[in-house]
C-alpha cells in the first residue's frame, strides 16, 4: 500500500519536475519573452544583425565585404541553415542549432546564453518576418543510413557526384574550384559573389559535417545560394543519397562513418 | 418566413439592372388572408400597405439571392513603338545542347496584330469575391534551355509544377523578392516538382546553371488576371461590374494602370498600346 | 649610392611584385590567431582590417574579451579539470611579425649639421620584418580578463613587455563598471586608439649624444608629444614623436569604464603613474584622465562615434633651467571621432597641449602648448585590397630654437593574401616647404616603404 503511494507521488513529482523544467526551456510567446530577447538580441545580435534586424549592423558589412556572406535579414530573408523543404521557413530547433553552434568563420557559437535566452531571442527575430506566423514549417525527415560506408558505395557516389554536376561547382575532387566557381558565376541571392564549399575541409561547412548533417544540407538545398535542394530527385532512393554522401566524406579523408 | 420591414438600401450599379422582379409568391398568407377586399374598386390603406411590404420583401429576396451582374473584360494589349531587338547571351555550359548562343524574344510582336505576347493584364482584386475552384496546376517546363512559358500568372494556392524535357541538367530557382521559393535540380526526365503558391507578387524565376534562361509567374490572391497569347489577346470573365483599376505587366516594357468601367451582362473591351500610354517602368 | 631613381624602381618592383603575388589561387586561413582559433570566426568578424576594430570587436574588447552580450569568459573554449577551467594553449596566444621588407628615405639637406654624418641622406634600403610580437589574451574566468603582449623590435634590438593587464567586468551590474589594471594603453576604447592604424609606426631617428632629432618619425602626430625639450623625470628627453599621456601606448594605471545608460554613451576614469615614467617608479603624484564617448552603432551598415577626453598630469614632465630641471604639469585635451560606412572607415583626433608650471627663467624660451591633428581614412577597394590614407599635422611647443611644425600625408596599399597575411606599400609626403636649416621635420621629404604583416 505504502509503495503503490510511494510510486504515484514520485510519479507525480517526476512530472511536475519535467513539467517545470520543460517550461523554463522553452519561454511561452508573449510579451515578457519578446521583451527579454530583444535586450539579448540588441547587446548581442544587433552589431551584425542590425537593430531592425535587416542584416545591416555596423559590423555586419565586413564579413563578407563585396561578397557573400551577409548577417541574414530577419524581416524579409529566406533561411539558408534548415531542416526544412526549399523555400520553407526553418523550424524552432534549426534556428537554435544555428544560434548554439554557431556557423564556422562568420558567426560565434552562443552556447554561453543559456538555453532559455537563446530561446528567447529567438522568439524576438521571428517577430519580424510575419511569414512565421502563417507557415507551419515541418521538417523533412530521412532515414538514417544503415549500411555505413562501402567501396562499391563511395564509388557510386562518386558517379552520382559526377551525374547532378556537382563538380560544376565543388570542383572534381571539391576543392571548391570547379569551372562555375572558378569564373566567378555564382552568386547569392543579392547577387553578392559567393564561393562553392570545398568540401575537403568540413571545419567550413557551415550547415554541418556530420554524415546526417550532410544528408540534410543535400536534401534541403541551401537557399539564397545557388545550392538546390535534391529531396526530388533522391525521393525513395535515400541509399543512394548516402552513398554520396559517404563519397563527399572520402574527400577530407574520412573512410570510415 | 419573417419579412424584414426595413428595406435594404439598393446601390444601382451602373449598369441596368436587367433582373425583373418576380411574381409575388412569397408573401405571407396571413396579412393577405386578413386583406378582405370588396368588389376591387377600390384598394383601402391596409392592402396598399400589404402590397408595399410584399413588394418589398420579393424585390429583396430576388436581389440579396441574386447573383451579381459581371462582366468580362478582353481586348488586345499591342505595341506599335519601335522594335526591341532580342537579347543575346553567350552559352558557357552545355553549349552542345544549348548552342553556342541564344537569344530571347522578351517584346514578342504579333506581325498581323501588333499584339503584344506576355504581357499580365490584372484588375486590383482584393475586394472583390473570390471563387474556390480548384485551378489546374502551372506548368513551367525546361525546354531548349528556356523556360516555358516566358510568362505565367496564377492564383495564390495554385501549384506550379516544374519539368525538365532537356537531356541537360537544369536548376530551377524560383525567388520571391529575397526569399527563395522553391531552388531544385533538376536532372534530364526528373520527375516533376510541384510547390503551391503561397503569396501574391512577382516571382523571378532562373536557371543557376544557365544564366540566360528567365521567366516569370506572376501570383494573385484573386483570380481576375489574363497572361496575353501570341495575339496579344487577353480574357477576364465574371468580373463583377463597375469601376475597375487595371493593372498591365510586361518584364521588358514596364507597368501600366488605367481605370475601367465594366458593363454587367457584356464584354467591356479594351485596346492599350504600350507605346503610346504612359509608362512607369 | 642608391639614387632617388633607383629607390622609386625599387618600390615598383615591389607593388608589382605584391600585385603578382596576390593573383595567386587564395587560400582560406588554415592558421588563425587566439581570438578567431577560440570563437572558430575569420578576422573580419572583429576586425575592419586588422588591427583595426570595427563595432563587434570593440564590443568585445570592452566585455573583457567576452563575446558581447554574454559573460562567457568562464566557458567558451574551456576544459573542465576539476576545479581547474583552462584553454587550450592557442586559444589565447597570437603571434604577429611584421615590418618593413625595404625602406626609402629622401632628404632636401644631404647630412645636416645637426645629424650624424651617414644618417641622414637619400636612402633605400632592404631589411626584415623588424617586429615581432607575442600576446597572450582572453578570458581567465567569467568576468575576468588578462591581455599580455611582449613586442620585440629586431631592429633595435630591444624586447619588453608592451602592454599587460588584467580586467574585471560588468561589476554591479551589465557594463556598469569595467577594470582594467595594469600597464594600459587608456585610448583603447576612445574613437581614436592610437595602437590601432593602419600606417603603423615609423621611428624618428635622434642623435645619440645631442638627442636632437635628425629624422622625422611619422605617428599619428595627434597622440604624439610634440614638444621639442621636454623631458621626463629621470632626465632623459622626450621625443617630441613619444606616443603620450592619454594617447601612450602603454602606462602603468588603473581604470574604470562603462555604459551605464545603454550603448550609446560610455565613461572613463583613470589614473596612471605618470607619463613616461618607469615602471614602479615612486610617485610625486598620479596623473588622472576622464573621458566621454557618444556612440550611434545600430543599421544600415553605419556607426559613428564622439569622443573626448581631458588627461591632467601631475608633476609628469620637467623642463631643464639653469638651476636643474624643475617639475612641470603636462595637460593634454582631447576629441576625436569616427565614422564607418560599408567599406570606409574615417578616424580622426585633435589635441591640445598644455605645460603648466614652468619656472619663469624658462618660460622665454618654452612654447607652453602644443596641438596635433590626425586624420585618417582605410576603404576596401576590393575585398583584399585596402586603401588607406593619413594626414597628420603637429604644431610643436617646447624650446622656441628647436621647435618646428611638421605636416604629412600617407599613402598606403595593403594587400591581403588571407585574412592573416598581408603585404603593404606605403608613402608618407612632407607637406610642408623645406626650409634651409636643420629642421628633421622639413628636411625628411619623402619615405617609401614596402613589407609584410603576418599574424598567426
Known sequence: MHVTHLKYITILIVMGLCASTAQAVKPPLNRDTLAEGRRIYEQACAWCHGIGGEGDGPAGWFIGRYSSPRPRNFVKDGYKLRSTASGELPTDQDLFKVITQGIPGVMPAYRSLNEQERWQVIAYLKSWNPAFEEEQPVPLTFPSGARGPTEAGIQNGRNLYVKYDCRVCHGDNGEGDGPEATAGHLRDTYELPIRATKLTDPSSFKNGASPQDMFRTLMTGMDGTPMPAYANEFAGQEEALWELVWYLRSLSGHEGS | MGISVVPPILIRPRGELTHIMTSPQTNSPQRHSEQATTSGETYSVKSLLCFATLLLAVLQTTLVHAEPPTGTLSGRITYAGPAVSDQVFEVNRDSAFCGAQTSIRTVAIHPKTRGLEGAVVSIDGDALPVSNAAPTPLMLTNTRCTFSPRVAAGIVGQQVEIRNDDPVMHNTHISLGPRTFVNVAMIPASRPVGKPLKQPGIYTVKCDAHKFMQAHVLAFAHPYFSVTDETGAFRIPDLPAGEHHVTIWHDTLGTIDQTVTISAQGHTSMTLDYHAAARKP | ?456
Open chain 3, 1 to 456: 649610392m642608391p639614387s632617388r631613381h633607383a629607390a622609386i624602381r625599387a618600390a615598383i618592383t615591389g607593388l608589382a611584385l605584391l600585385s603578382g603575388i596576390s593573383a595567386l589561387s587564395v587560400q582560406p586561413a588554415q592558421a588563425i590567431p587566439a581570438f578567431a582559433r577560440k570563437y572558430t570566426l575569420d578576422c573580419v568578424a572583429c576586425h575592419t582590417a586588422p588591427p583595426r576594430l570595427n563595432t563587434f570587436g570593440e564590443r568585445f574588447l570592452e566585455n573583457g574579451y567576452q563575446l558581447p552580450g554574454t559573460e562567457d569568459g568562464g566557458t567558451t573554449g574551456k576544459k573542465s579539470l576539476g576545479d581547474l577551467n583552462l584553454d587550450d594553449f592557442a586559444n589565447y596566444t597570437g603571434v604577429r611579425l611584421r615590418g618593413n621588407v625595404l625602406r626609402s628615405h629622401q632628404f632636401k639637406q644631404q647630412n645636416p649639421p645637426v645629424a650624424e654624418r651617414g644618417m641622414v641622406h637619400n636612402n633605400s634600403e632592404f631589411g626584415f620584418p623588424e617586429i615581432f610580437s607575442l600576446f597572450t589574451a582572453g578570458s581567465l574566468t567569467k568576468n575576468i580578463g588578462f591581455f599580455a603582449e611582449l613586442e620585440s623590435n629586431l631592429e633595435e634590438s630591444s624586447t619588453g613587455i608592451e602592454r599587460a593587464f588584467m580586467t574585471f567586468n560588468n561589476l554591479g551590474g551589465n557594463n556598469l563598471a569595467n577594470i582594467r589594471v595594469g600597464r594600459i594603453d587608456p585610448s583603447a576604447t576612445f574613437s581614436f586608439s592610437t595602437l590601432r592604424q593602419q600606417l603603423e609606426f615609423v621611428g624618428e631617428s635622434v642623435h645619440p649624444s645631442t638627442n636632437m632629432v635628425q629624422r622625422a618619425g611619422l605617428f599619428p602626430l595627434a597622440a604624439s608629444a610634440k614638444f621639442y625639450g621636454l623631458r621626463n623625470r629621470s632626465g632623459s628627453v622626450i621625443s617630441p614623436y613619444a606616443p603620450s599621456l592619454y594617447n601612450a601606448v602603454a602606462e602603468t594605471g588603473i581604470e574604470v569604464r562603462g555604459r551605464p545608460f545603454g550603448d550609446w554613451f560610455m565613461y572613463q576614469i583613470g589614473m596612471l603613474n605618470g607619463a613616461n615614467e618607469t615602471f614602479g617608479d615612486s610617485n610625486r603624484g598620479k596623473d588622472v584622465y576622464g573621458a566621454v564617448r557618444f556612440d550611434y552603432a545600430r543599421t544600415a551598415h553605419f556607426s559613428a562615434s564622439l569622443s573626448g577626453f581631458a588627461y591632467l598630469g601631475n608633476s609628469n614632465a620637467t623642463v631643464l633651467t639653469e638651476t636643474g630641471q624643475a617639475d612641470v604639469n603636462w595637460h593634454r585635451y582631447g576629441i576625436a571621432a569616427h565614422v564607418r560606412y560599408k567599406m570606409f572607415d574615417l578616424y580622426g583626433m585633435y589635441t591640445l597641449d598644455r605645460i603648466a608650471h614652468v619656472p619663469a627663467a624658462a618660460l622665454a624660451s618654452f612654447d607652453t602648448s602644443a596641438s596635433g591633428l590626425s586624420l585618417a581614412l582605410d576603404t576596401y577597394v576590393t575585398n583584399r585590397t585596402l586603401l588607406s590614407l593619413r594626414y597628420d599635422h603637429m604644431d610643436a611647443g617646447g624650446d622656441l630654437s628647436q621647435r618646428t611644425s611638421q605636416s604629412f600625408a600617407g599613402f598606403q596599399l595593403k594587400q591581403y593574401l588571407r585574412s592573416n597575411v598581408a603585404l603593404f606599400a606605403r608613402t608618407d609626403l612632407n607637406l610642408r616647404r623645406a626650409e634651409d636649416g636643420n629642421a628633421a621635420a622639413r628636411n625628411l621629404r619623402h619615405a617609401l616603404f614596402a613589407g609584410i604583416d603576418i599574424a598567426y
